[in-house]
């Protein structure tokens, strides 16, 4: 019988690439896997459809701050918690760019400025919310009239294509981005993405298309110079139970400004303008840090669990809501 060799190993015990990373979309992706703090299923316990007004969000100066290209600025990174369950996926502004049309960013810029003013009411309505984001819209299909129970575009949506149609320009504008953030979103979280394949067939009865495929609502935060977004914490706490959203800050804002602070998770995402961040906004705490350098506007792409609820009622099947629906 011949020697077995010293470098041999039982098949047991030979190295095995991590399943995660083999789930991935990318193989270069980099995992940033936390060692405490809450898991998905135990932020999901603790969810609730109100915002907390607790003392606890204020100081975040211990917090980790988890920066990102350190060697491949290409490379998505994904953070997650404890137990492996997938918290935040980030997309670098170097690998979101080249798919987009060349003067992708510049024309964004010039049509989100060119959106009419919500007013000064809306605006100091804004302010007194959760968000604290003076010059916020959002851009919704949703039960428009709980009467009738039907679905329709939101009224910011209607007022701003008033007039020369520049909601629908922003919306139409900005597919290429929510094409590419899908293609991934399918690699990397492929039940949700599953789920809302199922919002077509509902929303074409009534002649309404999502507003940032696959997802079905868009929020836009304009800032300006002297008031760039910043948001103050909060949860989005209507956004889908079982979905993430997607953050895309832009503008001129220098990098280590207005990074995403993740409160539960007491981490620092540093976002540079262009990237792309899928997260559970309404199971995290969420605010930005300062920006006193340059100019921050920001997208967010999302599904509301009114809409899946209405879906639910209406007989679609495969779509996942967080409560017990009567149909």
């Known amino acids: 019988m011949g020697r077995a060799s010293r470098c041999s190993k039982p098949p047991s015990q030979k190295k095995r690439a991590p399943a995660q990373r083999r789930n991935h979309p990318y193989f270069h992706v980099h995992e940033h896997k936390l060692r405490d703090g809450p898991t998905l299923g135990e932020l999901r316990r603790d969810y609730a459809t109100i915002n907390s007004t607790s003392s606890n969000f204020v100081e975040y100066s211990e917090f980790k701050v988890i920066t990102f290209d350190h060697l491949d600025p290409t490379r998505h990174h994904v953070l997650l918690g404890p137990d492996g369950s997938v918290l935040g996926y980030y997309i670098p502004a170097e690998d979101v760019t080249p798919r987009l049309p060349t003067d ?23 302010m007194t919310r959760r ?66 394949d199922h919002h077509d067939i509902p929303m074409q009865q009534f002649h309404l298309a999502p507003l940032a495929k696959p997802f079905t609502a868009l929020t836009i935060n304009r800032g300006s110079p002297d ?101």
């Open 104 to 126: 992708f960013h510049s024309t964004l810029s010039r049509l989100v400025k060119d959106l009419p003013s919500i007013g000064k009411g809306e605006e100091d309505k804004n």
């Open 131 to 196: 968000r604290g984001i003076r010059d916020s819209r959002t851009y919704v299909s949703s039960r428009g009239c709980r009467a009738k129970n039907i679905l329709d575009y939101s009224a910011s949506y209607k007022k701003d294509n008033h007039k020369g149609g520049r909601g629908e320009a922003v919306v139409r504008h900005c597919q290429p981005l929510w094409d590419f953030a899908g293609t991934v979103y399918k690699k990397v979280a492929k039940k949700y993405a599953e789920d809302l």
């Open 227 to 327: 008031s760039p977004v910043v948001s103050q914490p909060h949860r989005d706490v209507k956004d889908a139970y079982f979905q993430l959203s997607l953050l895309f800050p832009f503008g001129s804002y220098k990098e280590g400004h207005g990074d995403l602070i993740l409160w539960e998770l007491k981490k620092i995402v540093r976002l540079k303008p262009g990237s792309l961040f899928f997260f559970p906004a309404h199971l995290i705490t969420h605010s930005n840090t300062p920006v006193t350098i340059g100019e921050r506007d920001s997208l967010v792409a999302y599904t509301r669990e009114e809409m899946k609820t209405y879906y639910v009622k209406q007989g679609v099947e495969g779509v996942r809501t967080r409560l017990r629906v009567n149909t």
